[in-house]
């Protein structure tokens, strides 16, 4: 079906035959990979600022502000403003130039230099989320269980291995799979920057473009239920493997 005749032809499962059987069609789920690695630097750097930021610091609701505020950006408007950041000439070339390398660097310009520097922007926007979730769970931790650690003699570290990460883990386990989700369903920063050149387009991109360039409404919706079902067999597998156990804090 194109989308708007109103004459429907019923093709049975050749919709997803053909996604399954056309490379070019999955190939793009091998993009995901450099948004779920771009994920799990995300949630290690959101898990570290908010360990330290939940103890008195000085400064730490400035800084709890700076992590958080890419978060509230609008996506596209994040995709222009790291257009003319990474663009030949550009704001990265200026600053580098200060540090004596010089020249233009096509950054946007090869794939694996395209999908590592979206994959960035990506832990820039979205650390800030998984930094107020971690945050507020280990705020919720009672403070009699820092003092009698201290009183034991035990360090950051410890406080943090014993205390923080069993207490914080349902947190942990819900941003793993909202990470690789996340990672699947990538669409506006690749879409404003490169529209999908040099092998960056997305399984969202592709299905976009399938439903509205390439009037392929039809293959486009199957697309869109092999995304559904891949992202809920994953979070299945991921919930089986890291059960969500209440953790005894008395």
């Not at 233009?104 to 590592?116: F, I, K, M, R, V």
């Not at 473009?209 to 809920?232: D, E, H, P, R, W």
Request: charged share 15%; proline share 4%; aromatic share 16%.
């Amino acid at each position: 079906w194109d989308g708007v005749s109103p004459d429907r032809n019923f093709t049975g499962i050749e919709n997803y035959t053909q996604l399954f059987t056309r490379p070019e069609l999955f190939r793009v789920f091998f993009v995901s990979f450099y948004y779920l690695a771009a994920s799990a630097v995300q949630i290690v750097i959101a898990l570290y600022f908010a360990t330290v930021l939940s103890f008195d610091l000085r400064l730490r609701n400035l800084f709890k502000g700076i992590l958080f505020f890419p978060y509230l950006i609008n996506g596209v408007a994040i995709g222009f403003v790291f257009l003319y950041f990474f663009q030949d000439g550009g704001t990265l070339d200026s600053i580098l130039s200060w540090f004596g390398v010089g020249g233009d660097h096509a950054w946007l310009g090869d794939p694996e230099s395209a999908n590592t520097s979206l994959a960035g922007v990506s832990v820039w926007r979205f650390t800030g989320l998984n930094f107020v979730l971690f945050l507020g769970a280990i705020q919720s931790i009672p403070g009699e269980l820092y003092e009698a650690a201290q009183l034991d003699g035990a360090s950051r570290w410890q406080q943090f291995r014993h205390i923080i990460a069993p207490s914080i883990k349902p947190v942990v386990s819900l941003s793993v799979i909202l990470a690789i989700s996340g990672s699947l369903a990538v669409f506006e920063i690749p879409y404003i920057m490169t529209g999908g050149a040099t092998d960056t387009s997305t399984f969202v991109i592709q299905t976009v473009k399938l439903a509205f360039q390439f009037n392929k409404t039809g293959l486009a919706s199957a697309c869109a239920v092999v995304l559904l079902l891949i992202i809920l067999l994953v979070t299945w597998i991921q919930r089986r493997i890291v059960p969500d156990d209440k953790v005894d804090l008395v």
